[in-house]
Structure formats: structure tokens, C-alpha cells
């Protein structure tokens, strides 16, 4: 394991993911979980944000204290599954901007296939941090930040809640700059791509579309 990956072992998130991988939850409070978790996630890979001394009048008296110091960030969700870390990441971030980048997998050749692309307009002066529960092959975070480094971000991380050890090793030797943050690093895929244990298909249970 390399040093820009980080495999979160809170115990909120493994209890969380324990229900989210549950076959007989809900949409509903799948939806919730994955909002849950993103925001657990957003607050470690959060951590190194720059901070800067202000002063500030107490009740008591002035006091040297700490804001961010004005790093911009955007978020980019990869469609569809990604828009559900987009609300809990938020919470934390209100102010960041929201960029999306559609892709879905061919289902023969596992291939991501691009359908939409829209960053913020200043994306050169963010740092990005892009969404997607599930890193399987690798294929779609690995073109997604592609995608995003043509905007010449000023550094990017990646935000997954499961991954397979596949997607993991071909995600960090095609972007070995790009940290990694996930709650969860699972054994295998199976021979149709899908993450094992996993949770099934991430797009379907947030949307209900299975
Ligand atoms: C899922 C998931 C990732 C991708 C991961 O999306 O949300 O984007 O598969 O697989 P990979 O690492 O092998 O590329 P999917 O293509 O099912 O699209 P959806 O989110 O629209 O359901
Ligand atoms: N996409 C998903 O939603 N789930 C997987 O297990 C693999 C890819």
C-alpha cells in the first residue's frame, strides 16, 4: 500500500457500511447511509486544509483563532452513483463548487463510456475532490480524473467507499498524485466486474432502478 492511500477504519464508517452492504436495506436509508459516509470521508481527506490566524472577540476577550485560509474547492461526482456523496460532503464544504462528469460501464467490455462533462469555470484555481462509491476496474475514476486534470486543478484526490484491490493498484499507478480515500478496500471482483463482497450496484440502490 502506498502512502496515498488511506483505507478509513472509524468505527462510524464500519458500522455504517455494514448496512449499506445489507441486501434488505432500503433505498432510503441506503441513500442516507452513502450521504453518511461521504461525509466521514470528506472530513479526514479534508485535514490538511490550509489554516490562517484571525482574531476574534470572545466574550471573555480577543483571542488568536483559525479559519481556512480561502482554498477553494470543487466536488465532482461521477454520474449517477457519485451524486449521492455529493449532500453529505457539502455539509462539510457548503461554499465548494459542483462539477459533474457522466460515465457508465460498458457492460460487455466493462469500458467507461463518457455522456457528460461540466466542471466550474475556475477549476484551475481549485483543489478537486471527485466521488464515486465503487472502484472496481479502475476505468471510470481513472478517465474521470483525466478528464479533470485537463483543467489543470491545482490537486486532485478521489473519494470511494469501496474498493477492489484491482481499481485500487490501477488507480494509483495511472494517477500516482491523486490521494485515495475509501472506507472500505474489499477481495475481489467477480467475472462480471462487480466488486465481492461489495454492495451490489451502487447506481441502482441509490436510485431505486433494480
Ligand atoms: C459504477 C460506479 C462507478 C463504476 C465503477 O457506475 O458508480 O462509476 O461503476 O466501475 P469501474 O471501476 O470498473 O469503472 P456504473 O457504470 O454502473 O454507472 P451508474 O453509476 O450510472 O450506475
Ligand atoms: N459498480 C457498482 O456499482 N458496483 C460494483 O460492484 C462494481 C461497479
Same mark, same amino acid.
Given at each position: 500500500?502506498?502512502?496515498?492511500?488511506?483505507?478509513?477504519?472509524?468505527?462510524?464508517?464500519?458500522? %455504517?457500511?455494514?448496512?449499506?452492504?445489507?441486501?434488505?436495506?432500503?433505498?432510503?436509508?441506503?441513500? #442516507?447511509?452513502? +450521504?453518511?459516509?461521504?461525509?466521514? =470521508? $470528506?472530513?479526514?481527506? @479534508?485535514?490538511? =486544509?490550509?489554516?490562517? /490566524?484571525?482574531?476574534?472577540?470572545?466574550?471573555?476577550?480577543?483571542? #488568536?483563532?483559525?479559519?481556512?485560509?480561502?482554498?477553494?474547492?470543487?466536488?465532482?461526482?461521477?454520474?449517477? #452513483? &457519485?451524486?449521492?456523496?455529493?449532500?453529505?460532503? =457539502?455539509?462539510?464544504?457548503? !461554499?465548494? %463548487?459542483? *462539477?459533474?462528469? *457522466?460515465?457508465?460501464?460498458? /457492460?460487455?467490455?466493462?469500458?467507461?463510456? /463518457?455522456?457528460?462533462?461540466?466542471?466550474?469555470?475556475?477549476?484551475?484555481?481549485?483543489?478537486?475532490?471527485?466521488?464515486?462509491?465503487? =472502484?472496481? @476496474?479502475?476505468?471510470?475514476?481513472?478517465?474521470?480524473? +483525466?478528464?479533470?486534470?485537463? +483543467?489543470?486543478?491545482? !490537486?486532485?484526490?478521489?473519494?470511494?467507499?469501496?474498493?477492489?484491490?484491482? *481499481?485500487?493498484?490501477?488507480? !494509483?499507478?495511472?494517477?500516482?498524485?491523486?490521494?485515495?480515500? $475509501?472506507?472500505?478496500?474489499?477481495?475481489?471482483?467477480? /467475472?462480471?466486474?462487480?466488486?465481492?463482497?461489495?454492495?451490489?450496484?451502487? &447506481?441502482?440502490?441509490?436510485?431505486?432502478?433494480?
Amino acid at each position: 500500500m502506498n502512502d496515498k492511500i488511506f483505507i478509513m477504519d472509524h468505527p462510524l464508517l464500519q458500522h %455504517k457500511l455494514t448496512f449499506l452492504r445489507d441486501k434488505n436495506t432500503g433505498t432510503q436509508q441506503f441513500r #442516507a447511509l452513502v +450521504s453518511e459516509i461521504a461525509n466521514l =470521508l $470528506c472530513y479526514e481527506a @479534508t485535514r490538511d =486544509l490550509p489554516l490562517m /490566524e484571525v482574531q476574534t472577540e470572545t466574550p471573555i476577550r480577543m483571542a #488568536a483563532t483559525k479559519v481556512i485560509a480561502g482554498r477553494k474547492l470543487a466536488f465532482v461526482p461521477i454520474l449517477r #452513483a &457519485g451524486l449521492g456523496m455529493v449532500d453529505g460532503v =457539502l455539509q462539510l464544504v457548503p !461554499s465548494a %463548487k459542483v *462539477g459533474h462528469i *457522466g460515465l457508465y460501464r460498458d /457492460e460487455e467490455t466493462l469500458q467507461p463510456v /463518457e455522456y457528460y462533462n461540466k466542471l466550474p469555470p475556475d477549476t484551475n484555481e481549485r483543489d478537486v475532490i471527485v466521488l464515486d462509491p465503487m =472502484l472496481a @476496474t479502475g476505468g471510470s475514476a481513472i478517465d474521470a480524473i +483525466s478528464i479533470v486534470k485537463r +483543467s489543470n486543478p491545482r !490537486s486532485v484526490k478521489f473519494l470511494c467507499i469501496i474498493a477492489a484491490p484491482e *481499481g485500487l493498484k490501477a488507480l !494509483s499507478e495511472a494517477h500516482p498524485d491523486v490521494q485515495i480515500y $475509501c472506507a472500505a478496500l474489499d477481495e475481489k471482483l467477480n /467475472e462480471n466486474g462487480y466488486i465481492v463482497p461489495g454492495l451490489g450496484d451502487a &447506481g441502482d440502490r441509490i436510485f431505486g432502478t433494480k
